[in-house]
């Protein structure tokens, strides 16, 4: 139950995208189609912001998108926005668990 | 309007114990397996514990196996923290959260309502 690995920070200009990305192992994100990503503002509870690797809830801008390659995953944040700046946190269904990341700092330049 | 809120946190002495409970409302309660999740301050999320729609599945984090026990009553619509022998490092802030899921005992892949927390200090 290792969390997985994810860039302490990323930074980006407005208007401009960012990538972060979520590594694993194959017991859980490469072993399933079920990486999420949340997004916490300070003092905040954790809002979900893709699903299913590249589903967006309803409601959640489509400036955010999901991908996997292998056992790893990524969320672009294209059009970059200061309403962005969060901490971001991948996670992954496992067999007996489910497993964070542990989370980027996005910072809006 | 869906809602998760928890209470029953404090704090506590090393080895002590103490008990989360989590108030659900705007939702069919026993349609969802529910989680805990929590945070040390200033630190990242870490899952916890989960349990499946009726109580006859559990699973347990192996940092926390054996000394806490996810419970839910459906009739009170409430999910439970026993948490037991408890050490600095439990120390956090604990989230109830809501596992989407199509149908009962859909797979328990992502959380789609949080709740606001309540923190646990562990500290002689």
């Known amino acids: 139950q290792s969390a997985l690995t994810q860039p302490a920070s990323v930074s980006g200009s407005p208007g401009q995208s960012i990538t972060i990305s979520c590594t694993g192992t194959s017991s859980d994100v490469g072993g399933y189609n079920y990486v999420s990503w949340y997004q916490q503002h300070p003092g905040k509870a954790p809002k979900v912001m893709i699903y299913d690797v590249s589903k967006r809830p309803s409601g959640v801008s489509n400036r955010f998108s999901g991908s996997k390659s292998g056992n790893t995953a990524s969320l672009t944040i294209s059009g970059l926005q200061a309403e962005d700046e969060a901490d971001y946190y991948c996670s992954s269904y496992t067999s007996s668990s489910n497993v964070f990341g542990t989370g980027t700092k996005v910072t809006v330049l | 309007e869906v809602q998760l809120v928890e209470s029953g946190g404090g704090v506590v002495r090393p080895g002590g114990s103490l008990r989360l409970s989590c108030a659900a409302s705007g939702f069919t309660f026993d349609d969802y397996a529910l989680s805990w999740v929590r945070q040390a301050p200033g630190k990242g999320l870490e899952w916890v514990c989960g349990?499946?729609?009726?109580?006859?599945?559990?699973r347990y984090a192996d940092s926390v196996r054996g000394r806490f026990t996810i419970s839910r009553d459906n009739a009170k619509k409430s999910l439970y923290l026993q948490m037991n022998s408890l050490r600095a490092e439990d120390t956090a802030f604990y989230h109830c959260?809501?596992?989407?899921?199509?149908?009962?005992?859909?797979?328990?892949?992502?959380?789609?309502?949080w709740g606001q927390g309540a923190l646990v200090t562990v500290s002689s």
């Open positions: 349990i499946n729609w009726n109580g006859g599945g559990t």
């Open positions: 959260a809501r596992y989407y899921g199509d149908y009962p005992g859909d797979t328990e892949r992502y959380f789609d309502y």
